[in-house]
Nanobody, 125 residues
């Protein structure tokens, strides 16, 4: 069992930065792949970024490549999402999710077993 808590959301201006944190409890987190997803009002939940247990494999959605960076600190059981050059279209509730790692960074939300409660990110123009 893995419990996830996201923090770091907020309201910022276009061009600003935010860093989201996903802190986990549970013995299996160190062997879990972690994904960040987001969901805007009226939209489907979409993949943003994902990272393997040792950080060696990372995947980004095209819409955030070059602006967002995912990383993890195993000692702190935490995965981060550094978001730079934020745009109004990045406004959404951001979720982190975990699943047992099977060799690939999964981008499909339905394949993740554990989810956090989400944190709101609002970017104004």
């Amino acid at each position: 069992q893995v419990q996830l808590v996201e923090t770091g959301g907020g309201q910022v201006q276009a061009g600003d930065s935010l860093r989201l944190s996903c802190t986990a409890s549970g013995r299996t987190f160190s062997s879990s792949g972690v994904g960040w997803f987001r969901q805007a009002p009226g939209e489907e939940r979409e993949f943003v970024a994902g990272i393997s247990p040792n950080g060696g494999r990372i995947n980004y959605a095209d819409s955030v490549k070059g602006r967002f960076t995912v990383s993890r600190n195993s000692a702190k059981n935490t995965v981060y999402l550094q978001m730079n050059s934020l745009k109004p279209e990045d406004t959404a509730v951001y979720y982190c999710a975990a699943r047992p790692y099977t060799g690939v960074v999964v981008t499909t939300s339905g394949r993740y077993n554990y989810w956090g409660q989400g944190t709101q990110v609002t970017v104004s123009s």
